[in-house]
């Protein structure tokens, strides 16, 4: 099944790793938050309550009250300790309270109450005591699951060391992000550069940089962890004198440092990077997650592999990496250079998988990966005959002999010439079939 596929998580595997867990917390910026969905519900779809937080539910009583009026007509009613609570204007725990003792009351084996964009609520004091109210008080046969774009780090990280929460979405890191349990903790600096680039930390999304240039600054170090001045210097000033660089520099990198810091602990320094042995390397506060390095160690891994279903899902984690180009709103001539090398690396991804599946027979598969892989560099001549021959071998002359002039349109408008005699012959083949 597709769901299984994406999300690395069969029906039998969650619930061995649930087992026990009141909370689960589907990770923000994951791809598979739907199809996770969609699984659980195929799967085990007599016992799951689903609730969507809308725009205008902007407050805690606004999403208990609209959630009484969703579950209402289920057997038996539900909602009446929750509409007590509300009526007479109680606070967090005691809504927690209610919220509980209604789950209670649902007669069924199993309940999952899937509770979608819970960032649509303000994560606020009042928030984590109606958490830390809740969690404890569930009853067993109920799990709660919830799903946002953003998450705090508390009130979850404690129920996770309490052994409450399960974190999903995070199968295909080193560790679970800014929830890693650590002996010394460390804050998460979560890098996504793929689109428009965003910057998360502890869960906390940094919207205000001061500026361009600390926001590219902090981006061209998270690209190059082991980098001189003088690259720097020649990247961002390179019409200034050194003194004058020297300056813009170190007020930008603490603007950079000042923008972290803001979101663990306004009372400490959290430096991004490190000067040693003439090399700016990162900071040893911070711990980095940074999706274009995921990207890039999948493809490294799948190249060298001599397993070809190792190298299948290898190759697939990295495409869905690839969502965007490399930080597609921002031009610097460093950025636009860097872009060419993930495009260019993507592309040989898909066509990578094309190759797969045709070794396989799966020739609809395969048709969709070189058909996609052209999207980003469709100069490849190559790539062109393979989707030529794939709809010659299904009956589809006409696609063929169009893929062949698309081809022909782009190199003519990009270089000038014609394809290559190779290209001209099968075209001819194809059209005389």
């Given amino acids: 099944m597709v769901h299984q596929i994406v999300t690395k998580v069969t029906l039998e595997s969650f619930r061995e790793r649930s087992s026990g867990k009141k909370v689960i917390l589907l990770y923000p910026w994951t791809n598979y938050r739907t199809l996770f969905l969609t699984h659980i519900y195929e799967n085990d779809h007599t016992g799951l309550l689903y609730y969507r937080i809308t725009d205008e539910q902007t407050s805690l009583t606004a999403w208990m009250s609209g959630m009484v009026e969703e579950f209402e007509s289920l057997d038996g009613g539900f909602g009446q300790n929750l509409k007590k609570a509300l009526e007479s204007r109680k606070k967090s725990a005691a809504l927690a309270e209610a919220l509980a003792n209604d789950l209670a009351a649902i007669k069924r084996e199993h309940i999952t109450l899937y509770i979608d964009e819970l960032d649509r609520i303000p994560f606020d004091n009042e928030f984590d005591k109606f958490v830390t109210s809740l969690v404890p008080a569930l009853p067993a046969n109920v799990q709660l699951v919830f799903n946002s774009r953003l998450l705090m780090h508390q009130p979850w990280y404690d129920l996770i060391q309490r052994g409450d929460v399960l974190v999903l979405g995070t199968e295909r890191r080193k560790d679970e992000g800014m929830f890693t349990l650590e002996k010394k903790e460390h804050p998460q600096l979560e890098v996504y550069a793929f689109g428009s680039g965003y910057t998360i930390v502890n869960g906390q999304i940094v919207d205000n940089w001061d500026g361009a240039l600390p926001r590219n600054l902090f981006f061209f170090f998270m690209d190059r962890p082991l980098v001189t001045r003088r690259e720097i210097f020649e990247t961002f000033w390179p019409e200034l004198p050194v003194k004058e660089a020297t300056n813009v520099f170190h007020v930008t990198k603490r603007k950079i440092s000042e923008r972290i810091s803001l979101k663990i602990d306004p009372s400490k320094t959290y430096e991004m990077t ?124 006409a696609d063929a002999l169009l893929q062949y002039r698309q081809l022909a349109e782009t190199l003519k408008t990009s270089y000038n010439i014609n394809p290559s005699r190779e290209t001209q012959d099968l075209y001819h083949i194809i059209d005389a079939s």
């Fill in 274 to 397: 490190q000067y040693s042995g003439g090399f700016y390397t990162p900071g040893e506060k911070l711990t980095r997650h940074y999706d274009v390095f995921d990207f890039q160690a999948d493809v490294e891994r799948a190249m060298i592999s001599a397993d070809e279903n190792q190298e299948e899902e290898l190759l697939l984690r990295a495409v869905e990496f690839y969502k965007s180009p490399f930080l597609e709103d921002t031009d610097m001539p460093w950025i636009a250079q860097r872009r060419e090398q993930l495009r260019l690396l993507n592309s040989q991804a898909l066509i990578s998988l094309g190759r797969i599946y045709k070794r396989r027979g799966n020739t609809n598969q395969s048709l969709g990966f070189f058909s996609r892989s052209l999207a980003h560099t469709p100069e490849r001549e190559d790539i062109h005959r393979e989707i030529m021959n794939i709809y010659l071998k299904l009956g589809r002359k």
